[in-house]
T-cell receptor, first 114, second 113 residues
Framework: DGGITQSPKYLFRKEGQNVTLSCEQNLNHDAMYWYRQDPGQGLRLIYY???????QKGDIAEGYSVSREKKESFPLTVTSAQKNPTAFYLC?????????????FGSGTRLTVV | QQPVQSPQAVILREGEDAVINCSSSKALYSVHWYRQKHGEAPVFLMI?????EQKGHEKISASFNEKKQQSSLYLTASQLSYSGTYFC??????????????FGEGTQLTVNP
C-alpha cells in the first residue's frame, strides 16, 4: 500500500546536537511538506517542496534545514540553532503540487530535547 | 495568516449536532478540513473550492462562503468515533511559492455516550 513513512517515531536529542528526521513516500506525489505541532496547537509550516532540488521556507523555517534530492524523500534537519525543538513533527505530501486531493500525512516523529 | 477557528472545544452527547467555524482575513482559494485523533496524524475529510459550495461525507458536511472567507463544518447525529481535534486548512488565492495550507489552532470535539 502507498503511504508516507516517517522515522523514527520517537527521538531524543541532547542540546547542541543536530538531528535528522526521515520522510519517505511511495505515492508518486510531487509536493512534500514539513509541519510542526506543539501541544494543544495547530500545525505550523516549516518547509515545503514542489519539485526535486527546490524548496521554500514556510512560516517557521529558522533553525531547520531540508533537502529534496529525490522525489520520494524529504528529510528535515533540526539544527542546534532551533531554540525550542521539542514538538511533534509531521510530514505530508500532495498530488501534482495541487491541493485538490488534500494532504496525506505520515504518522509523525515526536522529538524531545533532553 | 492563520485562520481563526471557533469554538476551541465542544462536548457532545452521542446523537447531538455540532458546528465548527473557520474564518480568514485573506481571500481563499480553498478550505480543507482534517480530523486528528490523539497521538495520530491528521486525516483528510474534505475540500471546498467554490463560493457557497457544500459537500458531505456521511453525516459530516461543510460549506464555504467565498464572499465572507468563512467555512463551517457540520457534524450531525454525532458518534463516539467523531471525537478528535478538527482543523481547517486554508489555501490562499494568490500563493506565488506554490500551494500550501495554513492551519487553524483546531477545535477539540468530545463525544460522550
Amino acid at each position: 500500500d502507498g503511504g508516507i513513512t516517517q522515522s523514527p517515531k520517537y527521538l531524543f536529542r541532547k542540546e547542541g546536537q543536530n538531528v535528522t528526521l526521515s520522510c519517505e513516500q511511495n505515492l508518486n506525489h510531487d509536493a512534500m511538506y514539513w509541519y510542526r505541532q506543539d501541544p494543544g496547537q495547530g500545525l505550523r509550516l516549516i518547509y515545503y517542496s514542489q519539485i526535486v532540488n527546490d524548496f521554500q521556507k514556510g512560516d517557521i523555517a529558522e533553525g531547520y534545514s531540508v533537502s529534496r534530492e529525490k522525489k520520494e524523500s524529504f528529510p528535515l534537519t533540526v539544527t542546534s540553532a532551533q531554540k525550542n525543538p521539542t514538538a511533534f513533527y509531521l510530514c505530508a505530501s500532495s498530488r501534482e503540487g495541487s491541493l485538490r486531493y488534500g494532504y496525506t500525512f505520515g504518522s509523525g516523529t515526536r522529538l524531545t530535547v533532553v | 495568516q492563520q485562520p481563526v477557528q471557533s469554538p476551541q472545544a465542544v462536548i457532545l452527547r452521542e446523537g447531538e449536532d455540532a458546528v465548527i467555524n473557520c474564518s480568514s482575513s485573506k481571500a481563499l482559494y480553498s478550505v480543507h478540513w482534517y480530523r486528528q485523533k490523539h497521538g495520530e496524524a491528521p486525516v483528510f475529510l474534505m475540500i471546498l473550492l467554490k463560493g457557497g459550495e457544500q459537500k458531505g461525507h456521511e453525516k459530516i458536511s461543510a460549506s464555504f462562503n467565498e464572499k465572507k472567507q468563512q467555512s463551517s463544518l457540520y457534524l450531525t447525529a454525532s458518534q463516539l468515533s467523531y471525537s478528535g481535534t478538527y482543523f481547517c486548512g486554508t489555501e490562499l488565492v494568490r500563493e506565488t511559492s506554490g500551494s500550501r495550507l495554513t492551519f487553524g489552532e483546531g477545535t477539540q470535539l468530545t463525544v460522550n455516550p
